[in-house]
């Protein structure tokens, strides 16, 4: 069976740093691409960032560049977001998306996500 589990959010102030994970089972990450999306009460889920090594692609949404990274390590089969420079709007669940990747488009990995873990709040104060 599939599964992500995330974990790592918490509470931050303003310019902190926190490291997300997304720890993957039921399958591997060379064969997914890997996403990690957030949501905020009454607004809409935005694509934050996703990796896919097989399609050769990492993006990241405009509003992180610069102060997000993903990163992978296979041998753990878990996903990071490293997230610094933490800012207010920052604020909301994290949730990691799975999609296998014989149905994302070669050299990006925004796509439908079809697996999804159970999200993890990240707050930052000001």
């Known amino acids: 069976e599939v599964q992500l589990v995330e974990s790592g959010g918490g509470l931050v102030q303003a310019g902190g740093s926190l490291r997300l994970s997304c720890a993957a089972s039921?399958?591997?990450?060379?064969?997914?691409?890997i996403a990690w999306f957030r949501q905020s009460p009454g607004k809409e889920r935005e694509g934050v960032s996703c990796?896919?090594?097989?399609?050769?692609?990492?993006a990241y949404a405009d509003s992180v560049k610069g102060r997000f990274t993903i990163s992978s390590d296979h041998a753990k089969n878990t996903v990071y977001l490293h997230m610094t420079s933490l800012k207010p709007e920052d604020t909301a669940v994290y949730y990691c998306?799975?999609?296998?990747?014989?149905?994302?488009?070669?050299?990006?990995?925004?796509?439908?996500?079809?697996?999804w873990g159970q999200g993890t709040q990240v707050t930052v104060s000001s």
């Open positions: 039921g399958f591997t990450l060379d064969d997914y691409a």
């Open positions: 990796i896919s090594k097989s399609d050769n692609a990492i």
């Open positions: 998306a799975a999609e296998d990747s014989s149905w994302v488009i070669h050299g990006t990995c925004w796509t439908e996500y079809d697996y």
